[in-house]
Structure formats: C-alpha cells, structure tokens
C-alpha cells in the first residue's frame, strides 16, 4: 500500500487543521491505519490510530479529546481532525498503515507533512 499525507501547515495556538492520508494498492480495508508525529531532537510518537472497520481507535494521552482519527473505506483515506492545537503539536506527522489489529507497530509508511503551530 502506498500512502500520502496532506493538509499541514502553519497555525495560531487554538486553531485547527485536517491532515489527509490517501491510499493506494492494496485493499485499503484490510489495514489499520495510524498517525505518529516526530518534533525534531524527540522520538516518534504514535497518536492515533483505527482499525479497519473503525470501530476502535486509539488516543495518545497528549491529544485525547483534541483529536479525532477517522476513516472512509470507499475513498481510501484516513483523516485526523485536531483541533485546539498547542504548539506542542508542532511536528511531522506520518500517517502508517498495518495489517492485523490495531497496535503501535506499523508496516507501511507515507511522507510527512509539516504542521506548525505558533504561540
């Protein structure tokens, strides 16, 4: 599967962004889907993820009820609304995708999109 992350940018402190993940190939699904994010001189963090189905999603503890992970099959995309952003946020987020159940370890991986967010 093959996967492109969209939708960063630069952000006021309490604004709001939509990243977008498009994916091809195989039966988009069949995979779980995640977003991690990587602030420089910081290990990755995994901050989202949702099953295939999308009845089970996964919250870091530093964006639970900020963020909402989201998927729709038909399109082939994974969403991730973050809203209240703080400029801990600031990162490149990744979205990854993962056969079997939802977890932190991931198999496929897209490009990173910048997000920025000023105080």
């Known amino acids: 599967v093959q996967l492109q992350a969209s939708g960063g940018g630069l952000v006021q402190a309490g604004g709001f962004l939509r990243l977008s993940c498009a994916a091809s190939?195989?039966?988009?699904?069949?995979?779980?889907m995640g977003w991690f994010r990587q602030a420089p001189g910081k290990e990755r963090e995994y901050v989202a993820g949702i099953s295939q189905s999308g009845g089970i999603t996964y919250y870091a503890g530093s964006v639970k009820g900020r963020f909402t992970i989201s998927r729709d099959n038909a399109k082939n995309t994974v969403l991730l609304q973050m809203n209240s952003l703080k400029p801990e946020d600031t990162a490149v987020y990744y979205c990854?995708?993962?056969?079997?159940?939802?977890?932190?370890?991931?198999?496929?991986w897209g490009q990173g999109t910048q997000v920025t967010v000023s105080s």
């Open positions: 990854a995708a993962k056969l079997g159940v939802l977890g932190p370890q991931y198999d496929y």
């Open positions: 190939g195989r039966t988009f699904s069949s995979y779980a």
